[in-house]
Structure formats: C-alpha cells, structure tokens
C-alpha cells in the first residue's frame, strides 16, 4: 500500500511533533510544508528533511499531496479546510476545529462535497489508554457515572501569541479547555443539555474558565482552563462503583510509567490499582486513524469523530457564550 503524502499547511511549532509521529507511521509521510515566508518555508524544510518547500497556493495544487496537516491559527482552520478539501486534499486539522457548530457544519460539508476525509486532531483520542478507560466505562466497571472532572491549563507568556488575540480564535478555553470538553463529550457521547460558566477575562480574551455542563444520563461534568497557571491535564471520573483518576495527554511515549489509577467500589480504603498503558506517540496514533479513515477500512469512528467534532463545536460555542453573559 503506498503512503499517503502530507503537506503541512503552515510552519508552525506544532509542526515539528507531528513530523517526528508522521516518521513512526508506516502508513503516511510529510513531503511538503508551506510558509506565509518562502525563507520560513525552506528553512524549516532543511531542517526537517521534507522534500518540497511552498506556498500555501502551491501546496493545495500540488498534485503529489494526498492530504494537508493544517496548524494554522484557530481563526483560519476553516477556511484553509475548506480551501483544501475544494482543492481534493484529504485534512487533518488541529484543534478547535471550529470556532462555532455552523462553521464546523460547513466545514465537514465542504469535504462531503469534495468526498475526502476531514478529521479534528486530538492525539489522545487515540491514544490506549482514553480507548481503555472508555472501555472500563462501557463495560459499566465504575457503575453509573455521577461526575467527570477535567482541567487543562499552563502558563502562556509570551504576549505575541495568537491565543491571547481574540480575532485569531484565541483564549484559554479554544486553546485548552477544547481538551476538557473533548473527553467529557467522549465518555458522555452526547452533548450537554444544560452549560453554565464563567470566565476571567483578560485583553478579550478567556485567560481562565470554569464550566458545568449536564447531561440527559443524569452525569455532571465540570471543566476548567487556563493560560496562568502551572502545567495541568488532569481528569476524576466518579461512578457509583468505582472512581478513575487519569491524565489525558496526547502523547505518553513522553511518560515516565504511562498509566492510570482505578479504585473500585464505593469504599474509600479499597487500593487504587495503577492499570499500566502502552508508550505512544499520538501524532502517530491519530495520522494512522486519518489514513485508515481515507482507505475507507474505518468508516464507523469517522463517522464517530464527525459527530463528536460537531458536538464539540457546539459545547466551546455554548460555553463561551454563557460565560460572556455570566461576565456581563
Ligand atoms: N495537538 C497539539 O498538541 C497542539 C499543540 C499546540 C498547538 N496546537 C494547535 O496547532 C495550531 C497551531 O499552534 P502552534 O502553537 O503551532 O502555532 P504557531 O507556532 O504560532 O504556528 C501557527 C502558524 O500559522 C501560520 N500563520 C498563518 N497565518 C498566520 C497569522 N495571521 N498569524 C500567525 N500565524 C499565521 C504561521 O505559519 P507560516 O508563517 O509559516 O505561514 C505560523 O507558524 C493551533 O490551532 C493550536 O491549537 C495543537
């Protein structure tokens, strides 16, 4: 089976990771990046070993690309998605995918018209140990699920980043708290159907928010984000039978002992195992999900992932408005 040929839409940090997990997949390669700066582009092409250096124009005609990677500030995921799938190139696009549900509505039906794959990038998705602890759910091991607690946060100083512009789809909640919210509507499978939150705001931006969000299965789940505080991504899921207490990072090959705790029953004194996980990479995890995806031999979590993107969409959407009005 031949290699599906990525380009890299943008020459961003984020960039680099995704090379080093698209060098671990024998299913896709990275054979061209594309800079607003023809230097930038070369540059980062040197040093990273990828074949073509390009504009973004050139990239989506390049008939030797399969698909683009696109790391491109919040506020123009949709619209280079929806240049790229017009374009015939398959995408992967990071996170938030969208900065409402009608955009993100618009953006999978420009690929359905196109006919190629769109699919929002969230490594740990795919990672064992999400796909484990979903499993223990499903399988009812912690009984009902009262609450889900999830943060994410770090401390952003530089004053030039996008994420602190609110034209660029900044602020912590597009940045972070997506993580949050995207494993809450993974183990709840639905959308809330109450959200309240509150937010400290900073140059019109989210700097720090907390969310609840209600779901119709009776489970509370609260979120909270930020852009100062110490390094965090962390989740409590609390079931009638049994708690579990995990990280969620997108990548645990970087773990010392990947793994997380399971204390079963009620009782407070039982011991909390350590259910140990295998180290992966996630960019590999999830370019191995987007190719399978495109040969068409994993129709059913595309079709999974479309609705959660939707949701998902529609949850930041919610939360951010509510948290407007909270401030108002
Ligand atoms: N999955 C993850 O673990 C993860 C981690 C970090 C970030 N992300 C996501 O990846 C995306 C990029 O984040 P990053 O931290 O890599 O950002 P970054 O380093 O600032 O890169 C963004 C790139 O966008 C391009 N760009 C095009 N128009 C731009 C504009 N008007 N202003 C600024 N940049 C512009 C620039 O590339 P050129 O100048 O070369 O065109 C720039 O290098 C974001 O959506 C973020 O949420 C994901």
């Known amino acids: 089976m031949s290699k599906l040929r990525i380009g890299l839409l943008g020459a961003a940090r984020i960039a680099t990771p995704f090379i080093a997990g698209a060098k671990l997949s024998s299913r896709a390669e990275v054979v061209a990046v594309a800079s607003r700066d023809p230097a930038r582009a070369k540059a980062f092409a040197d040093t990273h070993g990828v074949p073509h250096a390009l504009t973004y124009e050139q990239l989506l005609a390049a008939k030797e690309i399969d698909a683009v990677y696109i790391a491109l500030p919040n506020s123009l995921h949709a619209h280079w998605s929806m240049a790229a799938a017009r374009a015939g190139k398959h995408v992967l696009c990071e996170k938030p995918l969208a900065l409402s549900e009608a955009e993100a509505i618009e953006m999978f039906s420009a690929a359905d018209a196109a006919g190629v794959v769109l699919l929002e990038g969230y490594p740990f998705l795919f990672q064992p140990q999400t796909l484990e602890i979903e499993r223990l759910i499903q399988a009812g091991e912690i009984g009902r699920v009262q609450t889900i607690f999830a943060t994410c946060g770090f401390t952003l100083s530089n004053p030039d980043d996008f994420r602190l512009d609110p034209t660029m789809g900044g602020g912590a909640l597009l940045d972070v708290g997506c993580y949050p919210v995207s494993l809450i509507r993974q183990l709840a499978g639905a959308r809330p159907t109450r959200v309240t939150a509150t937010a400290q705001w900073h140059g019109?931006?989210?700097?720090?928010?907390?969310?609840?969000?209600?779901?119709?299965?009776?489970?509370?789940?609260?979120?909270?984000?930020?852009?100062?505080?110490?390094?965090?991504?962390?989740?409590?899921?609390?079931?009638?039978?049994?708690?579990?207490?995990?990280?969620?990072?997108?990548?645990?090959?970087?773990?010392?002992?990947?793994?997380?705790?399971?204390?079963?029953?009620?009782?407070?004194?039982?011991?909390?195992?350590?259910?140990?996980?295998?180290?992966?990479?996630?960019?590999?995890?999830?370019?191995?999900?987007?190719?399978?995806?495109?040969?068409?031999?994993?129709r059913d979590q595309q079709a999974a992932r479309r609705a959660a993107s939707i949701d998902i969409a529609w949850i930041l959407e919610t939360i951010l408005a509510r948290a407007r009005v909270a401030s108002s």
Do not use: K
């Not at 009776?218 to 984000?225: D, K, P, R, V, Y």
């Not at 899921?237 to 997380?260: C, K, L, M, Q, V």
């Open 204 to 298: 019109g931006v989210d700097r720090t928010l907390a969310a609840t969000l209600e779901f119709a299965s009776g489970t509370i789940a609260q979120l909270s984000c930020s852009f100062a505080s110490g390094l965090v991504r962390t989740a409590v899921i609390a079931g009638s039978e049994g708690i579990i207490e995990t990280d969620y990072g997108n990548h645990t090959i970087r773990s010392a002992a990947p793994s997380f705790g399971l204390r079963r029953g009620s009782d407070w004194r039982r011991p909390t195992e350590r259910i140990a996980v295998p180290r992966e990479d996630g960019f590999r995890l999830e370019i191995d999900a987007f190719a399978a995806m495109i040969d068409g031999s994993d």
